[in-house]
């Protein structure tokens, strides 16, 4: 069965430092979401992609937050500068033909700030 | 986005069944009510969704009110792999001008305990 993967899945880094988060959706998909969840918190949303462009975002998706989709494949997060309060569990997912279907998680990338 | 109501935490026996409940009173007509899980240290995993009608799959059952402001999710027999915070999420159709482009909003949902 088809599924979402994420890399990786444990990453430290130091405050300030650029992180990227890589994931790569099921491959018939066409959208795309990242997700963050603090430990003991909520899922939030972050951002919504489609078409090569980003179709909504968040108020936590600020300057410091970039997506991509370089190739066919890849879907990236970018943190240029982390914080503290960036450590949390990013998770991928993504959607087939219509963002009215159920979406598809990947097992999450754990970012530590230190 | 509209709001759901989920009691925080819920308790069941191992192979009975489970009904979870989730009020939506403010619901809209065009809203999905869809469910989603996540298990122990894993992502989101989706279970089911409706509109109106009542939604049978392989993993639940899910009842939906006649005015739409309520739905249960049923688990028909739990097993302690069904062990999960279970989450009721309103969601606005892309294709009905709402400008929640998919996005799904999770609230703090049921903790559900099964036990052996």
């Known amino acids: 069965e088809p599924e979402v993967t994420q890399t990786p899945s444990h990453q430290v880094t130091q405050m300030g430092q650029e992180v990227i988060l890589r994931c790569v959706p099921i491959?018939?998909?066409?959208?795309f979401y990242w997700y963050r969840q603090i430990l003991g918190q909520k899922v939030e949303f972050l951002v919504s992609?489609?078409?090569?462009?980003?179709?909504?975002k968040s108020e936590i998706f600020d300057d410091q937050f970039s997506v991509e989709r370089p190739d066919g494949s890849n879907f990236t997060l970018k943190i240029r500068s982390t914080k503290l309060e960036d450590s949390a569990m990013y998770f991928c997912?993504?959607?087939?033909?219509?963002?009215?279907?159920?979406?598809?998680f990947g097992p999450g990338t754990r970012l530590t700030v230190l | 986005d509209a709001k759901t109501t989920q009691p925080n935490s819920m308790e069941s026996n191992e192979e009975e069944p489970v009904h979870l409940p989730c009020n939506h009173s403010t619901i809209s007509g065009t809203d999905y009510i869809h469910w989603y899980r996540q298990l122990p240290s894993q992502g989101p995993e989706y279970v089911i969704h409706g509109l109106t009608s009542n939604v049978n799959n392989r993993m639940a059952s899910l009842a939906i009110a006649e005015d739409r402001k309520s739905s249960t999710l049923i688990l028909h027999r739990a097993t302690l792999r069904d062990a999960a915070v279970y989450y009721c999420?309103?969601?606005?159709?892309?294709?009905?001008?709402?400008?929640?482009?998919?996005?799904?909003?999770f609230g703090q949902g049921t903790i559900l305990t099964v036990h052996p």
């Open positions: 997912a993504s959607s087939p033909w219509t963002a009215n279907n159920e979406q598809f």
């Open positions: 992609f489609y078409n090569n462009e980003i179709s909504e």
């Open positions: 999420i309103l969601r606005v159709p892309a294709n009905a001008g709402g400008t929640s482009y998919g996005k799904l909003t």
């Open positions: 491959s018939n998909h066409l959208y």
